[in-house]
Nanobody, 120 residues
């Protein structure tokens, strides 16, 4: 059974940092692209970062480029999203999702999401 479970969300002040984790199971992590998606309150979900399969240059949306870093640990079946210099606009639910290789288009499996709140 394919599963993706996010964790690591929380409340931080602007300028703070968080690292999200996406623990996967039921499939070989290297065989799929894994993306992180952000849904702000009242807005549609949008992709913020992707690690393709096979891994190449990671994708970052313009809104997070230079602040967020995606990485993965195949031994732990986990994909991470390190978020630095957080802004109030980064508030929302973050989801990880699995897509058929090579890129993070048309995800087929989603995690339940983890809430991030950036506020002073």
């Amino acid at each position: 059974q394919v599963q993706l479970v996010e964790s690591g969300g929380g409340s931080v002040q602007p300028g703070g940092s968080l690292t999200l984790s996406c623990v996967t199971s039921g499939f070989t992590l290297d065989a799929y692209a894994i993306g992180w998606f952000h849904q702000a309150p009242g807005k549609e979900r949008e992709g913020v970062s992707c690690i393709a399969s096979p891994p190449g240059r990671p994708y970052y949306s313009d809104s997070v480029k230079g602040r967020f870093t995606i990485s993965k640990d195949n031994a732990k079946n986990t994909v991470y999203l390190e978020m630095n210099s957080l802004k109030p606009d980064d508030t929302g639910v973050y989801y990880c999702a699995r897509s058929p290789a090579p890129f993070c288009t048309d995800p087929t499996h989603w995690g339940q999401g983890t809430q991030v709140t950036v506020s002073s």
